[in-house]
């Protein structure tokens, strides 16, 4: 079955199914225009020509899937719907590491981990746990995963962000006014 593109009606050979998804259509693939032809056994003396018969002109479809590439808002609520999937439920494992509070733990730093990093306790024997970066592969505001700008969004120094097209670099931390905006973004 063919795939085309929905909006440039492009033949695909292999779309990217991370940045959009396939749909079941049908589309015209050829029109056969109207004709008109001589019915047979009207063509007499008194009349040369005939009776003509007319064929209405049709449209010949085909089945195939349609692309259908992702806005930057599905592609934001994609990324949500993600990050909420991500969120841990208290289950057996959880409650073991509640348990496991109680050995000595150094306290987690306050400070927020570098950007792409994460604080993960460590054991250390007898002195228990303590803290060490270590890189977050799943980490979003980096330059391989960054965040989908939606307007009047909270922005981080240092956190990448895209509109769906172009990547940016936040300069400061705050509301941004928007993307574009020289004072809070730069293009990467």
Known sequence: MKIYDEITNEELTSPDLSAGYLYTARRVAEHVPESREVMQGTVTEDDP???????????????????????????????????????????????????????????KPTMPPKLGYKWVPTYSGTAGFSWELQEDPNAYG?????????????????????????????????AAPALTDTEWFEVV
């Open 142 to 174: 980096t330059n391989d995963r960054p965040l989908y700008w939606v307007d009047g969004m909270t922005v981080c120094t240092g956190y990448y962000y895209t509109d769906g097209d172009k990547l940016y670099v936040a300069l400061q931390d705050g």
């Open 49 to 107: 020509k005939g009776l003509e018969h007319i064929i209405s002109g049709y449209d010949v479809y085909e089945d195939c899937q349609l692309y259908h590439r992702y806005t930057v808002a599905e592609l934001a609520e994609r990324q949500q719907a993600e990050i909420e999937a991500s969120t841990i439920v208290l289950d057996d494992a959880t409650k073991l590491s509640l348990m496991l509070a109680e050995i000595p733990t150094e306290a």
